[in-house]
């Protein structure tokens, strides 16, 4: 993600960050059953496949020649001042500090979500297959969404995108008052889907 805007032109952002948001969906599709599997058989099998995948991913990055940064003159402020200066110049503009605090706590929550509805479905009786083919549907709502995202941010401001995405987060108090596996999976639908166009614009 942090590389699009040195490897693609400029005018083809929004169908890279679309695509790059489908690829996400596609893994998280797969991942979650192919894991439940490997949980079946063994409870560090899908731990060790997770540790050579990002194996893999680092192989492959250094085997990449593309420049991931612009050229620019070598700062030489000591690193904690730049990180200050980073900081200051972030907290100074209203729209990027608001932002960065709701999605710093919408991937805290969201995730945590993952991990009560894992926790709940186990005390039902839910199988490791059944759990990982339920989380699945969030990696097919997503791919549905992220098929959307490029027309969606065409018709809409981010500003609606953005307010769209955290009433729909709302919906998970529902699972108070119906506390069941099912009912998670059916807040995080929504989310799902339009996570991928808010993660588009953004990007």
């Not at 990696?139 to 018709?155: D, F, H, N, Q």
Request: aromatic content about 12%; some cysteine; overall charge positive.
């Amino acid at each position: 993600v942090g590389a699009l805007r040195s490897v693609v032109p400029a005018r083809q952002l929004p169908a890279a960050a679309a695509a790059e948001q489908a690829r996400f969906a596609t893994v998280t599709l797969a991942g979650p059953p192919l894991g439940g599997v490997l949980f079946g058989i063994s409870r560090s099998l899908p731990f060790l496949a997770d540790a050579v995948s990002y194996a893999f991913s680092i192989v492959s990055l250094l085997w990449m020649r593309t420049p991931f940064q612009e050229q620019r003159e070598r700062d030489t402020a000591p690193l904690r001042t730049q990180i200050r200066e980073g900081i200051a110049w972030l907290w100074s503009h209203a729209y990027l500090r608001t932002s960065a605090l709701i999605f710093a706590g919408d991937n805290f929550v969201f995730q945590a979500i993952f991990l009560v509805f894992i926790v709940v479905a186990k005390r039902q009786g839910f199988s490791s297959g059944a759990i990982g083919a339920l989380i699945a549907t969030f990696g097919t709502a997503a791919l549905l969404g992220s098929l959307v995202a490029p027309r969606a941010a065409k018709l809409l401001s981010i500003r609606a995108i953005m307010l769209l995405n955290q009433w729909l987060n709302g919906l998970f108090v529902l699972y108070l008052v119906f506390p069941s596996p099912y009912v998670i999976v059916a807040c995080v639908l929504p989310v799902a889907f339009v996570g991928p166009w808010l993660n588009a614009v953004v990007i």
